[in-house]
């Protein structure tokens, strides 16, 4: 598999997709400042997405706090759960019909299984995987039971993983990491879709939140490279269009490390009490990436 960037008659159109189970950190402040400009730069639409999509870690006050911290930081878009737009919602947990609606499709083109393995044996997230921790490789014991697929009217009570084409090379052209190959079945196996908790996993309803908002380029941080891999058979099994991807450089702190959410000295609102200006954050990231440009 080939995936060719989509070559983009369509009007640009970019997203943020924050998750709003922590406080935005310097990392996403580089990342999305990136993709703010470069949806200025093509004249198009930028959208914010709210990927609340977990119920036990998502919390209100944290999707405020992204918000106003983007805000802060200068970043404007035309479409997001506080500005409305014509893909609303744009908070993940009110879009369960949407990705029901791709469960079923993906049942009915054989493309997914019900796993019953147990819980212990399978930890899986429903959020993005980071560097380190990513989705484990799954054995492919409940392959076997791909036929019992559509027996299933509801995702409920079962793990749901794509089968995924053994050895195939999922390859794209990246525009900023460059030419990137992963190994089906090697570099990552049959990845979950919905989780037993009946929480529709993050590849999934990234996967069809990215075609119904119209999204024309991803850009989000090189951790995520991987799934873009996951989610470009995702995107052939559904016949969806193949957007374009950016994936950003990632942030470490001073001893190398990636910054995560538990750096909260490096999160925005700690940086902002701390009497730096949006200009400082900026300069921080542009000393970090050399793709961030400040105006
Ligand atoms: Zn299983």
Redesign the pocket.
């Known amino acids: 598999m080939d995936a060719v960037s989509a070559t983009q008659p369509l009007p640009y159109r970019g997203r943020l997709a924050p998750s709003p189970t922590g406080l935005l950190h310097i990392g996403h402040a580089c990342t999305f400042w990136i993709a703010y400009q470069r949806a200025i730069a093509r004249n198009g639409t930028l959208v914010f997405r709210n990927e609340d999509l977990d119920p036990q870690r998502s919390k209100a006050e944290f999707a405020r706090a992204m918000i106003e911290d983007l805000h802060w930081l200068g970043i404007r878009w035309q479409e997001g759960p506080d500005v409305g737009g014509p893909f609303a919602p744009y908070e993940q947990s009110a879009r369960r019909a949407l990705y029901l609606e791709t469960w079923r499709r993906l049942r009915d083109g054989g493309f997914i299984y019900p ?3 147990s819980r212990k ?2 930890a899986t997230s429903a959020t993005a995987p980071n560097e380190g921790d990513d989705e484990p490789l ?2 492919g ?2 392959r076997t ?1 791909i036929g019992e697929a559509k027996r299933y009217d509801s995702p409920r009570g079962v ?1 749901w ?1 794509f089968l995924v084409p053994d050895n195939e090379t999922i390859a794209f052209d990246d525009q900023r990491q460059g030419r990137q190959r992963y190994i089906a079945g090697g570099d990552f196996s049959d990845f979950v879709v919905w989780r037993r908790d009946d929480v529709p996993a993050y590849q999934l309803a990234v996967v069809a939140d990215d075609a119904a908002m119209q999204i024309t380029e991803i850009i989000r941080g090189a951790d995520l490279l991987k799934s873009t891999a996951r989610q470009l058979l995702l995107i052939r099994a559904l016949g969806l269009p193949v957007p374009a991807y950016y994936h950003c450089d990632l942030v470490r702190d001073e001893a190398g490390a990636r910054l995560a959410k538990r750096h909260d000295a490096l999160s925005l609102r700690a940086l902002r009490e701390h009497g730096h200006t949006p200009q400082d954050v900026l300069k921080m990231c542009a000393s970090q990436q050399s793709n961030c440009t400040i105006r």
């Open positions: 796993c019953t393995c044996d399978l799954y054995s014991r409940c039971r793990n993983r």
